[in-house]
């Protein structure tokens, strides 16, 4: 079965960074994409960013120039670098990888992610 494992995440304050990484067990070619999620309490998972097999990369518009997405196939690791985080950043992140030909999606078991002063 396939796994994916978020690390990374933390306390900071606001102004700080962190960087995630989704560890994969199986390579990163067998995904579509590979995608961050993050979800707050009281309200919907939503997508934060997301690479393609091919690198291409999609930002949802509020992490636009503060977060970047990249991937290292040698490792079949995803990071997510988080810069200038805000306290609206807190949240549980989640890394997802979508399979081919719709045969569905793989989840991590989430990282938290809490910025405060």
């Known amino acids: 079965q396939v796994q994916l494992v978020e690390s990374g995440g933390g306390s900071v304050q606001p102004g700080g960074y962190l960087r995630l990484s989704c560890a994969a067990s199986?390579?990163?070619?067998?995904?579509?994409?590979v995608g961050w999620y993050r979800q707050a309490p009281g309200k919907e998972r939503e997508l934060v960013a997301k690479?393609?097999?091919?690198?291409?990369?999609v930002y949802a518009p509020f992490v636009k120039g503060r977060f970047f997405i990249s991937r290292e196939d040698a490792e079949n690791t995803v990071y997510l670098q988080m810069n200038d985080l805000k306290p609206e950043d807190s949240g549980v992140y989640y890394c997802n990888g979508e399979r081919p030909s719709g045969s569905g999606t793989d989840w991590g078991q989430g990282t938290q992610v809490t910025v405060s002063p």
């Open positions: 690479i393609t097999r091919a690198s291409s990369t």
């Open positions: 199986t390579m990163l070619f067998n995904y579509n994409a």
